[in-house]
């Protein structure tokens, strides 16, 4: 995996056989509280899912956000992403009722918070 940051930001990148093959990263949460940050852009393809490498990122993505001093986790998602959702609460992220910030991301109907 490699990482490319900006201040408060980390974006982190999994290649497999020279290509990008998933990726994930976290920045402050636009029209946020300084102290909320926003996980971001998490994708896999789909042979790399179910090998583990999702909580691996998920936790780098998490304590990338700590060091950067975040104690709230947000994240946006859709209702059918069902494997996305469950993986988020299994690593202790629970439903919210409405969003936060503004992020731009209309579409998305599914809104998650993580004490860090």
Same mark, same amino acid.
């Given at each position: ?11 982190? #990148? ?5 290509? #990008?093959?998933? &990726?994930?990263?976290?920045? @402050?949460?636009?029209?946020? =509280?300084?102290?909320? &940050?926003? +996980? ?6 789909? @042979?790399? /899912? ?10 780098? #993505? !998490? ?7 975040? %104690?709230? &986790?947000?994240?946006?998602? !859709?209702? $059918?992403? #069902?494997?996305? /959702? $469950?993986?988020?609460? %299994? $690593? ?9 910030? =503004?992020?731009? $991301?209309?579409? &998305? =109907? ?5 004490? +860090?």
């Amino acid at each position: 995996m490699a990482q490319a940051a900006a201040p408060g930001a980390a974006f982190f #990148v999994i290649k497999s056989r020279g290509s #990008v093959a998933g &990726c994930g990263g976290m920045g @402050p949460l636009a029209g946020g =509280n300084s102290e909320v &940050c926003e +996980l971001r852009k998490m994708y896999f393809l789909t @042979p790399l /899912r179910g090998l583990g490498l999702g909580p691996r990122l998920l936790k780098m #993505v !998490l304590d990338a956000a700590r060091k950067s001093g975040y %104690k709230l &986790c947000y994240l946006e998602t !859709l209702d $059918h992403m #069902v494997h996305a /959702r $469950h993986l988020y609460q %299994k $690593h202790g992220f629970t439903m919210i009722d409405s969003p936060m910030g =503004n992020t731009g $991301h209309s579409a &998305c =109907n599914s809104w998650m918070v993580k004490t +860090l």
